[in-house]
């Protein structure tokens, strides 16, 4: 299994990276994304300190980590800076925290997010055709997620993205131990998003290639 969405204590995490890369390790885990909630207030701070720890252990992990953030109420207007600024600072992967349906986020920050090509658009809401087709064009992956709250509109999200064409990938968004759920429960969560077997193999798939995508980078 692959996470590409993960949080620590660099956000709102309850577990340090060590810890956390740990424990998705023994819960069956062959690659993790570390994507911390980020601002202009922690983003190179966030990406310093992880790169540190991710460039330091890489042998002794016994799995793929990569170093990325969850940028998080960007304002739009600014999210290709940011977007680029996290790449400079040395994300592997950047997500954007997008419209989901149970927090106030910007509206047009999922477009921006598209715009700016992040590697994935997290909990994307109630997004539109417009965007789900930009998506598509850009290869920007739309995020089922197993996060309770944003997770209530994944079936919006499969649908969008298959009729449409969009890349999916299954996430935990985990900020817990607990969150790093069996292979069993991601695919039921995948099921009850309207998705077949087929449609899970592939957004693993999906998440396969981001990683192999995102771990050349620096
Ligand atoms: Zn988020
Ligand atoms: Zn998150």
Redesign the pocket.
């Known amino acids: 299994m692959i996470d590409l969405?993960t949080h620590t204590t660099f956000s709102d995490g309850e577990l340090i990276p060590s810890e956390l890369i740990r424990r998705a390790k023994v819960a069956g885990y062959r690659a993790i994304a570390i994507t911390d909630?980020a601002d202009a207030s922690n983003i190179e701070l966030i990406l310093t300190n992880v790169r540190r720890l991710t460039d330091a252990y890489a042998h002794f992990f016994d799995m793929e980590v990569l170093a990325g953030v969850?940028l998080?109420q960007v304002p739009p207007p600014l999210m290709a800076d940011f977007v680029q600024m996290a790449r400079d600072a040395g994300a592997q992967i950047v997500?954007c925290?997008?419209e989901?349906v149970v927090?106030p986020v910007a509206q047009g920050t999922n477009l921006a997010a598209i715009e700016a090509r992040v590697d994935v658009l997290?909990?994307p809401g109630l997004i539109t055709e417009v965007e789900v087709r930009l998506a598509a064009e850009y290869g920007v992956a739309l995020e089922i997620t197993t996060r309770r709250g944003?997770s209530y509109a994944n079936g919006h999200v499969a649908a969008m993205a298959k009729r449409l064409g969009a890349k999916l990938v299954i996430d935990n968004?985990a900020h817990a131990p607990g969150d790093l759920i069996s292979r069993e429960l991601r695919h039921r969560v995948g099921l009850g998003a309207g998705l077949t077997k087929e449609d899970i193999a592939q957004a693993a798939a999906n998440a396969a290639v981001i990683v192999e995508r995102c771990r050349g980078r620096r």
């Open positions: 969405h909630h969850e998080t997500l925290h997008g989901t927090e997290a909990h944003h968004d």
